[in-house]
């Protein structure tokens, strides 16, 4: 605790904000320039999971930028070699190494064990695979670019908000990476940063997240200007699933609110704790009425699909305090055998 | 007089972050058939802000003086 001591006593963040970021899953696309700077804060700052997504070996002409990475680093894999760094800034942190590049193949796999994906790539083909990726799984994506002393930051996808293709369709012509058009290393760091900012504001619940909007920041004149998406709907409240609340399973398990198991009978593993009831989907139609509807209801299913459905139902028969439990009964049964064996860490 | 902001690879091409138009009013259409005959801005992918707002490049739209125009490319450098 004493580690993140300064952060919590901010308002809007306190111990359930660390808890939020301890409970977060966030995926880096890309560990070079902009990553080097992602990554470290995110980190440092208690974010329980984040994932790497890089096939790239370091390269010298890396180092004046990619400052995760030193001399006798060349020739290494920049994911296993940025993975070490951050374990050591917070032991307490969970991190996936993909050595490997994002293609439309394997995206939705990787971005399947995370909540939320940061842009980090210098590579407009890999954006569009990201945004389609971020649109099919309903996650949002924190982009981040730079052209020489110029950076872009925006949030797509966000709470049904606009998408990277509502802003830049795709067409055939391209536009320059650093390897072409040159970078210095303030720049992205500085973007990186934004990006790393962005993400801790959607995660703690926070001030304004530049969705719908594109800050474009010029470090030679230090000017900032934020563009508003006028020809897209303004971020509205989602029509359905989304609108409900995603608690981590190790919230879930505190309190004694009611833990809905969706599940048809007989599916494994059994979660038999003493709050847990269950309905099937299947029956929830008929059998709601047994339920309490002012009373909160958390629920669960085997992959969190069900759960959508059944909070879906609940919420057309009145129920209004409805929340979702993120993951499955698996992550259930694993949060409950962690409460039990370990005190409460960051 | 309408000011023109550009950004990434288009400022390049400007060889300006912006410039001010002596028109006093203009339909977007015409601005940016102006703008592409003076640097070839049809060769790069690009939005349009009008004072902050980003419009369609196909709306029709007046542009009148003191309004604040910006040619947004994505970029792509990490």
Redesign the interface.
């Known amino acids: 605790m004493e580690r993140f001591q300064r952060q919590i006593i901010l308002q809007g963040i306190g111990i359930s904000g660390q808890q939020k970021l301890k409970a977060s899953r966030v995926l880096v696309v890309g560990a070079g320039g902009l990553g080097c700077a992602v990554l470290p804060y995110l980190a440092a700052a208690g974010i329980g999971k984040i994932g790497i997504v890089d096939g790239d070996k370091i390269e010298e002409s890396n180092l004046h930028r990619q400052i995760l990475y030193s001399t006798e680093q060349v020739g290494l894999y920049k994911t296993s070699e940025a993975a070490q760094d951050l374990v050591k800034k917070n032991p307490g942190l969970e991190v996936l190494v993909f050595e490997e590049f994002l293609t439309a193949k394997n995206a939705a796999e990787i971005f399947s064990d995370f909540d939320l994906i940061i842009d980090a790539t210098d590579n407009l083909f890999i954006r569009y695979v990201i945004d389609d990726t971020c649109i099919a799984c309903g996650k949002p994506f924190v982009y981040g670019s730079i052209h020489q002393f110029q950076g872009q930051v925006s949030v797509f996808n966000f709470e049904g908000g606009p998408t990277y293709r509502d802003i830049f369709p795709e067409d055939n012509k391209s536009a320059p990476n650093c390897a072409e058009a040159g970078v210095l290393g303030t720049t992205v760091g500085l973007i990186g940063m934004l990006q790393a900012n962005e993400a801790m504001k959607i995660i703690l619940g926070i001030g304004e997240v530049l969705s719908g909007k594109l800050l474009i920041y010029n470090l030679l004149n230090n000017t900032q200007q934020v563009f508003e998406f006028g020809n897209v709907p303004k971020p509205k409240k989602p029509h359905i699933s989304e609108s409900f609340e995603i608690i981590s399973p190790e919230e879930a398990l505190l309190g004694d609110s009611i833990l809905l198991d969706v599940r048809e009978l007989g599916e494994l593993p059994e979660v038999s704790l003493e709050t847990v009831l269950h309905i099937p989907l299947s029956t929830l139609e008929k059998e709601f009425s047994s339920l309490d509807k002012s009373a909160e209801i958390r629920i669960f299913c085997q992959s969190g699909i069900r759960s959508r459905k059944a909070a879906d139902l609940l919420a057309r028969k009145g129920f209004e305090k409805l929340k979702l439990i993120r993951g499955g009964a698996k992550d259930l049964l694993n949060a409950d055998r962690s409460r039990k064996t370990e005190k409460t860490s960051f | 007089m309408i000011t023109v902001?550009y950004?990434?690879?288009i400022?390049?091409a400007v060889q300006s972050?912006s410039e001010t138009l002596a028109q006093k009013s203009m339909s977007l259409t015409d601005l940016l058939a102006l703008l592409d005959s003076k640097y070839a801005i049809g060769?790069?992918?690009f939005?349009v802000?009008i004072n902050?707002?980003?419009?369609?490049k196909n709306?029709a739209v007046t542009i009148s003086e003191a309004d604040e125009v910006?040619l947004?490319?994505?970029?792509?450098?990490?």
């Open positions: 902001n950004f990434g690879n400022a390049e972050d060769h790069f992918p939005q802000a902050r707002k980003i419009v369609s709306q910006a947004l490319p994505p970029f792509a450098g990490g």
